[in-house]
């Protein structure tokens, strides 16, 4: 009796230990997964292919990346996009920037440091312009996904029929134009990718910057966990050790 009861309960921690480490590993794959991969287009033959999603380069623990990422996102995206949720101030802390830096060079929108990151022209009237508005990009990459951003940042094609003259295989039609076309034919294209992977990887900081720091907090649980299971066994077997 006492050793079924045993085993039934372990088994019961353990199966809830697995859950739990199950959902703590796979959630950011669930995530990107959540997006749909990237979109079907019809090649010049007529075929209907299916875009694989690239891998975007994401990791949260290379500063360098993340600054080179903010100062693109700055310099090329907040025209037409906001971040509403990301203050300047932030990207300073997180980022490791001195204010002095961030004051002189990343504030090209506002002129208060503990501002949000508004867009230079009201999306309404971009709406007008462009036929859609820009959507704000906080937390765009949790919506679609790190890889879905990437391979969308990096699927602008020259398509003369489009007003601005440039389509796209991810989001067909998209009233974006391609704006880092210059950067493109400027860097070549091995540069050029590294450099969106440092944009995006500044998107994933900004869609969720606490997220380098919340698998190492539950990879501590985890541990905690595991440890925790010691003890309760041992309690187990001492309060069944009389019931036989
Ligand atoms: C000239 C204005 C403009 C600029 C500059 C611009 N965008 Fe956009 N962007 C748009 C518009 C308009 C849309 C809406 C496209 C649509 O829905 O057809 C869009 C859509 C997007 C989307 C898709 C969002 C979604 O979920 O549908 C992403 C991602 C995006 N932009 C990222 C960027 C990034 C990163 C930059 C900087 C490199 C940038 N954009 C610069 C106008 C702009």
């Keep these: 009796m006492s050793a079924f009861n ?5 088994s019961k921690i353990g199966a809830g230990i ?3 480490a199950t959902a703590v590993i796979a959630s950011p794959s669930a995530m990107a997964a959540g997006g749909g991969g990237c979109g079907t287009y019809t090649n010049a033959d007529g075929e209907n292919v299916t875009l694989e999603c690239s891998h975007a380069p ?6 360098g990346s993340l600054q080179r990422g ?3 996102f700055m310099n090329y995206c907040v025209g037409c996009h906001s971040a509403q949720y990301v203050r300047h101030s932030r990207i300073a802390q997180d980022l490791d920037i001195p204010p002095e830096l961030v004051e002189k060079y990343l504030l090209v929108t506002s002129d208060q440091i503990g501002d949000h990151i508004t867009a230079q022209i009201d999306p309404d009237t971009q709406a007008a312009w462009f036929g859609a508005a820009p959507p704000d990009l906080s937390l765009v ?3 679609r996904g790190d890889d879905w951003v990437y ?9 003369p029929s489009r007003p601005w003259g440039a389509n796209n295989l991810v989001l067909a039609n998209a009233a974006m134009p391609h704006v880092l076309h210059n950067l ?3 860097l070549g294209q091995e540069e050029y990718e590294a450099r969106v992977g440092d944009l995006v990887n500044f998107m994933a900081w900004m869609a969720e910057p606490v997220r380098h720091e919340r698998k190492i907090y539950g990879a501590f649980v985890l541990l905690f966990l595991l440890a925790l299971l010691i003890p309760v066994y041992l309690l187990n077997k001492e309060f069944w050790k009389d019931v036989k």
């Design 184 to 186: 493109q034919k400027e």
């Design 6 to 10: 045993l085993k039934s309960s372990l």
């Design 151 to 159: 391979t969308y940042l990096l699927s602008f094609y020259e398509d």
């Design 18 to 20: 697995l859950l739990a």
């Design 70 to 72: 903010a100062a693109m």
């Design 58 to 63: 994401i990791d949260l623990t290379n500063k």
């Design 141 to 143: 990459n949790r919506l």
